[in-house]
């Protein structure tokens, strides 16, 4: 596996506390010794890494020097040898010695490293040792910290202890040696103390503010010459702030603080070794790590690379590793052409070094025309086809310089013309264009393609400056031209200077307008900010005169305030979180197993990166306060992947009004330009078929945002999309005449009654704005109608009509109610693939075709039908009828389409039965979503298949439970009518899939099979199909 990108102190000790719980054997504490010493040489100065890695070697040492710590007896042997007290010690030394001029923090490892040193030498004083002890204790007061004092009284501890004749004589030369150290600490302890306190409050800024300055005034000291008997600063000093800021504080992540920090050694390189500098190119290659996206640091690591004489192979790598990051154009594009800059001026320079070979100008050759096309190309990924390239086209003057110092003007020159479609309104390019011209230019002769050149500069209509360009012109034929070709620039000028001082009018004026409307609007936020008192007179006033309108009010915003907080608590942006670079390879049980101690999670989604390096997990959890707990795990590790966890909110949307054929590869391409989708969640139709909305969750809160100005788009002018963010608390009420209470339902209907006189009779209370009288597929009266009115009280006034009279029939007449449970779905030939995204009932079937619109006793048999009839299973219960239409009509027409979410199918009537026994060969296994295969079969095969059940539980061991087995009851099946829709007279209900039978026929149980006394018709199987499919429909 990849070693994880790991950066700053903090992100280090979590990888290596993560390695140094699970180690459990001498081989994998090995392996955490050697991740320690990763961890030092990316963080070289951290104290809290030297002294976790000094305190890990040091319990090594302890461990194997008895069988306590449960070690084997042959590890024990081997780790007494790889783990001695002299390396052990040693460590210590190296840890101490790195960490040494870090003023705040460096005697926490240094007073532990020697309270070991002094315990080791109680057991065994000897001259030699104390003498040692001795000379560390006067290393250590030479060297400015915040406890010299501490380290002053250790001393005196130990002199008294071991040397105690030497006692006076040792203090005072130890209060000699430490005096620079203490006045440099001194001229320092103000900016620590400030420091401090700003880590204290946790405030970020204030770190950031307080460590700047500390910075800025550090950087400085080394420069200036120090007063008659003051102490001079050393550079290292500066050095350990640096390292102290990038690794301790969230200021590694600041590519300025890097930058000052490179400049810094930069300007002390020829001094380095001789003030114990670090190496310049180690830190900027740490740089890059903390900071991939810094194009200012990439270029600088090419250029000191270049400065070092680094082999061409050592910069192709520097130059691979930053191309390869994802990070570059974090901040925009400017970084990438900044690097793209450096990498193309350093191909150039190859040419011109004394001795450059052939292989250094082939590089070149190569190298500069791919990186043109490289950061182009990379421009038009990020900003798409109209990215124009650099506006100071400098990648370009690289190439276009390199080829005029080969000798190729020709091909250079083509390369200005080429940029003259991009950048034709800017001076400064015509500039440019001018003065290369005049630099290639012939010695004999004038400079005819400079002259030009400014001619069709000043051409332009649109320059941002063609005052310069102008008077550039002028002098140019002044010094170059003949007489007769300076006459006609000074008239084309004249003319020009005209043209261009109306446009500047035009602009001055415009100008002027739209400052004058800038304070004419401040004038009225003005008048605006005077008028609360005299609003809030009024407000009170209107309060008085409606007193009960205003508690209304009150109650009702109160109401809104409870139901927001209640939503805010369900609410699942509120409660999600979401997990990037999992390993690859992760399962949701592992996923579920991390982050269980934080809380019930709800669902876990995962998504492998394209890269297939690492995984992102979306995970919801069943509260929000678990939730807040869950982001305890950013920058920990889950196994050696350093995980970012952030809060999910502001990433989901809720969609609608979409087209209802909708599916995942449509929503993905309408929000293509927005951003990444993460995931797509469509709703279960197993209660409710007439659903149409999904939550799509994007990778980033911009790509959210984005989506949400695709809201009110039109979608193939019929459809107007909704894409708003996701917000229970903002939930819309329902619209429309059943929702505003105007529509009544009546049912118990003449069969023979028309529309017109439905609507006369109902016309006598109001405004009839809508009746619709309900039909069988067939186009017959079902004796129920919806009758929609115009205002609330006139259907109000309607429900007299109930229990009243109506041609041969007593009318029921209730208002209308909406029906949350919807089974079934059901689209016939003709009728409309808009249902209504909240459910409403916008998909009600027209009549069927003519050939199939028949009285009951010229209806065709069931024979007929069933060979016409085909079953879909396997079907998602996200899947709508809509889809399942456009998915089966390719193969002929249809007349209608059942769908069964509670049997997880659907039920399809062709025209012909060659067109369902195409349908049936095609369809089977096809896959309707991804890892769903379509089965095709009978209506038999179809209603012995179950509901879908969805389950979140972890299953482990063998598995979940087998279903529990259906029970077959002995006794005659009990005939239930199907669901139907709000019906009405004398119409029995089934699945809609064959006509009426007369009476001596065998009937059909409610799950489509026959009853006792009818004939058990063995289920067509795909050969049937096929048979039936070659003979043309004739069997």
Known sequence: MAEPVVVGE????????????????????????????????????????????????????????????????????????????????????????????????????????????????????????????????????????????ETSQMLSTFITKFDEPAWEATMIESTRVGKVAKELYSNREDFELKVKRAIQSGDKEAIKAEMTAYLAWESTQSLYKPKKGAAASPPILCVALYERALSSTHLGLESSIWEDYVVFLTNHKDDAAENQLPALLP?????????????????????????????????????????????????????????????????????????????????????????????????????????????????????????????????????????????????????QYYLWEMTVRSSVGPPTQATEVLIQAIGRRTLDWPEKIMEVYLCHCNNYEEVDSLLKAMSTVHRLTKVVGARREKE???????????????????????????????????????????AKKKFKSADQDAVRAQHAKRDRENTTVLVANLPPEVTQTKVRQYFKEYGHLNNVTLKTEADKQSTTALIEFRTPEEAQSALLRDAKYFGGNQLQVTPGTGLTLYVTNYPPTADDSFLRHLFKDCGEIFSIRWPSLKHNTHRRFCYISFRTAIGAAAATKLDGQSLGGKYTLSAKYSDPANKKDREGAMAEGREIHITSLDSSITQQELEEMCSKYGKVERARILTTMTGESKGAAFVAFERKEEATASLELDKTKFKSRILNVEMSTGKNFKPTATMAKGSSTSPGPDGGSAMSPSPAPESYNRHAQHAPGQSETSNRTITLRNIPDTVNVARVNALVEQYGSIVKVVLRPDHQGAIIEYADAVSAGKAALALENHEIVPGRKLRTGGLKDLFAEKDEIRTDRIQIGQGKKPAAGFMQQSSAPVRRPGAGGRGGLGQKRGLGYSAPKAANAPRADANGHGSAGAENKKPKSNADFKALFVSGGNQ
């Open 10 to 149: 903090d992100g280090w000790l979590a990888l290596v506390d993560e390695a140094s719980r699970t180690a459990g054997d001498l081989e994998q504490r090995i392996g955490v010794v050697e991740q320690y010493k990763r961890a030092i040489a990316a963080e070289p100065w951290s104290n809290k890494l030297w002294l976790a890695y000094c305190e890990w070697f040091w319990s090594l040492y302890t461990d194997c020097q008895n069988g306590d710590a449960g070690w084997p007896e042959e590890e024990q042997q081997v780790g007494q040898e790889l783990f001695s007290l002299a390396v052990a010690l040693d460590v210590w030394s190296e840890g101490s010695q790195a960490t040494q001029y870090r003023l705040n923090d460096s005697h926490e490892l240094w007073n532990r490293w020697m309270s070991i040193e002094l315990e080791q030498l109680s057991k065994s004083p000897t001259q030699g040792k104390i003498e040692r002890a001795r000379s560390l204790f006067f290393d250590r007061l030479q060297v400015p910290h915040a406890r010299w004092d």
């Open 283 to 431: 830190v900027i290659q740490r740089a890059t790590n903390h900071c991939p996206w810094s194009g200012a640091l990439w270029a600088r690591y090419i250029l000191s690379a270049e400065a070092e004489s680094l082999p061409f192979s050592s910069m192709e790598q520097i130059k691979h590793a930053a191309t390869n990051t994802r990070d570059l154009d974090r901040d925009g594009i400017g970084s990438v052409i900044e690097f793209y800059i450096a990498w193309c001026g350093y191909l150039k320079r190859l040419t011109m070094i004394a001795g450059a070979t052939d292989d250094d100008i082939d590089v070149a050759e190569m190298g500069l025309p791919t990186a043109l096309e490289d950061y182009l190309e990379w421009g038009r990924r990020r900003h798409g086809e109209e990215y124009r390239g650099d506006p100071l086209f400098r990648i370009e003057r690289i190439l276009i310089q390199h080829l005029s110092q080969k000798g190729s003007v020709a091909e250079a020159r083509s390369h200005w013309q080429r940029l003259v479609h991009i950048h034709a309104d800017s001076y400064e390019f015509w500039q």
């Open 508 to 550: 001055a004026a415009e100008a002027a307008v739209a400052y004058a409307q800038q304070q004419h609007v401040s004038h009225y936020e003005t008048l605006d900010d005077d008028a609360p008192s005299s609003a809030s007179k009024r407000k009170r006033e209107a309060a008085s005169e409606e007193p009960e309108a205003g």
